[in-house]
């Protein structure tokens, strides 16, 4: 009797570690806030000064003072009007909804800059490896990014236009596709 016992605690167990585990990735890639849209989900900055704030509140202190608009944010969760957003250096903070924009905007390999004088972001005439350059950018150059096709991205930075290799920006997720 106990062996049965057991037996069926072990294969209860591994069930719901099972069902948890194959749960839990769809939940994070199909969950949505309490606006309805999708949760993580980028946005950019629509004011050129935008107080980031300790929590989702005008009572909340302030914790950061962005100084450009179209910085490209994050949002990671929602509370009414305030939505708490990460920017491509990881900081964390609530800004009011109104202050964002849904305009997609992305920074150049962030995690590059600094390492070296040489190092670039391709941007290219066409969305493929072998074609023509157009621009180089600097690691941490912000840009607007007007569709991705899950490897490329369609860009404009300064005047110049083309495509940038999607797993160089931060601004659009590995994989994501919109127009």
């Not at 570690?17 to 199909?30: E, K, R, T, Y």
């Not at 920017?87 to 849904?102: F, H, I, P």
């Not at 601004?171 to 994501?176: F, N």
Request: aromatic letters at 10%; proline letters at 6%; charged letters at 25%.
């Amino acid at each position: 009797m106990r062996r049965l016992i057991l037996r069926s605690f072990v294969a209860f167990s591994f069930g719901l570690i099972a069902s948890l585990s194959a749960s839990a990735p769809v939940h994070a890639q199909g969950a949505k806030g309490p606006s309805g849209l999708p949760l993580p989900r980028f946005v950019s900055l629509k004011s050129k000064k935008v107080n980031i704030r300790i929590g989702p509140s005008t009572d909340y202190a302030v914790s950061w003072m962005y100084m450009k608009s179209g910085t490209p944010m994050e949002i990671i969760q929602e509370y009414e009007n305030w939505r708490r957003v990460r920017d491509a250096d990881g900081t964390e903070g609530w800004v009011n909804q109104a202050l964002l924009s849904g305009e997609r905007t992305a920074v150049a390999a962030p995690w590059m800059r600094g390492k070296g004088k040489d190092i670039y972001v391709n941007m290219r005439r066409d969305p493929q490896n072998s074609a023509p350059v157009v621009a180089k950018l600097e690691p941490g150059v912000v840009f607007k990014i007007d569709e991705c096709n899950g490897d490329w991205c369609r860009a404009e930075a300064s005047g110049a236009e083309g495509w940038v290799a999607q797993a160089e920006v931060w601004g659009a997720y590995p994989g994501e596709a919109f127009k």
